[in-house]
């Protein structure tokens, strides 16, 4: 509510300066060309969206993310003890880590909340300490393949959207690290 307020006011502050200074014509043009432009990036980057969801799609068909969710399945077992016991959260975590580590965010987030949803089953209404690690872990991931990224570089006119690789590596490298050395040490701390 208080956004839609906040936009309204913005809008009509803009409204009465571009009256009150002689401008008008200009805010109107602006308006214009934002929305112009606003409708050309929503298509492009819907474009994107549905390549990497088909992309998904396809590797969940043909058993490629079964095989990376087998993969991270020792590393999981690690890290989520508790929820390891259960086998249709360790799908959820696995196919979500998976989703996550190429840069699919819109398609890892069903199975991120799946996986929430399961270990707070087992968790009596609290948040426990894997449910804040899942939530981290989801927050930093490492992408390999950071692809919403490179879609909307792509919708901004970049020539080559995947330059950005060894930084992505490296920023989301540390970020999980930072995440996990946090967590792990919230969870002592804050039994």
Same mark, same amino acid.
């Given at each position: 509510?208080?956004?839609?307020?906040?936009?309204?006011?913005?809008?009509? *502050?803009?409204?009465?300066?571009?009256?009150?200074?002689?401008?008008?014509?200009?805010?109107?043009?602006?308006?214009?060309?934002?929305?112009?432009?606003?409708?050309?990036?929503?298509?492009?980057?819907?474009?994107?969206?549905?390549?990497?969801?088909?992309?998904?799609?396809?590797?969940?068909?043909?058993?490629?993310?079964?095989?990376?969710?087998?993969?991270?399945?020792?590393?999981?077992?690690?890290?989520?003890?508790?929820?390891?016991?259960?086998?249709?959260?360790?799908?959820?975590?696995?196919?979500?880590?998976?989703?996550?580590?190429?840069?699919?965010?819109?398609?890892?987030?069903?199975?991120?909340?799946?996986?929430?949803?399961?270990?707070?089953?087992?968790?009596?209404?609290?948040?426990?300490?894997?449910?804040?690690?899942?939530?981290?872990?989801?927050?930093?991931?490492?992408?390999?393949?950071?692809?919403?990224?490179?879609?909307?570089?792509?919708?901004?006119?970049?020539?080559?959207?995947?330059?950005?690789?060894?930084?992505?590596?490296?920023?989301?490298? *540390?970020?999980?690290?930072?995440?996990?050395?946090?967590?792990?040490?919230?969870?002592?701390?804050?039994?």
């Amino acid at each position: 509510m208080f956004m839609s307020i906040l936009w309204t006011g913005l809008v009509l *502050v803009s409204i009465l300066y571009g009256a009150a200074t002689g401008t008008a014509d200009a805010v109107g043009a602006a308006v214009m060309t934002g929305a112009e432009d606003a409708v050309r990036f929503v298509l492009g980057m819907g474009g994107a969206i549905c390549l990497w969801c088909g992309v998904a799609r396809v590797m969940e068909d043909c058993g490629m993310a079964a095989a990376l969710s087998a993969m991270l399945r020792p590393v999981l077992r690690r890290l989520f003890p508790s929820a390891s016991r259960d086998a249709e959260i360790m799908d959820a975590l696995s196919a979500n880590i998976g989703a996550n580590l190429l840069g699919l965010g819109n398609a890892a987030t069903p199975m991120g909340v799946r996986a929430a949803q399961g270990m707070a089953r087992h968790a009596d209404g609290k948040a426990s300490n894997e449910l804040c690690l899942l939530v981290v872990i989801n927050t930093a991931s490492i992408q390999l393949l950071p692809t919403t990224v490179a879609a909307l570089r792509s919708a901004c006119g970049a020539r080559c959207p995947f330059d950005i690789l060894p930084a992505v590596w490296l920023a989301t490298a *540390v970020s999980l690290a930072s995440g996990l050395l946090a967590a792990r040490l919230f969870a002592r701390f804050w039994p």
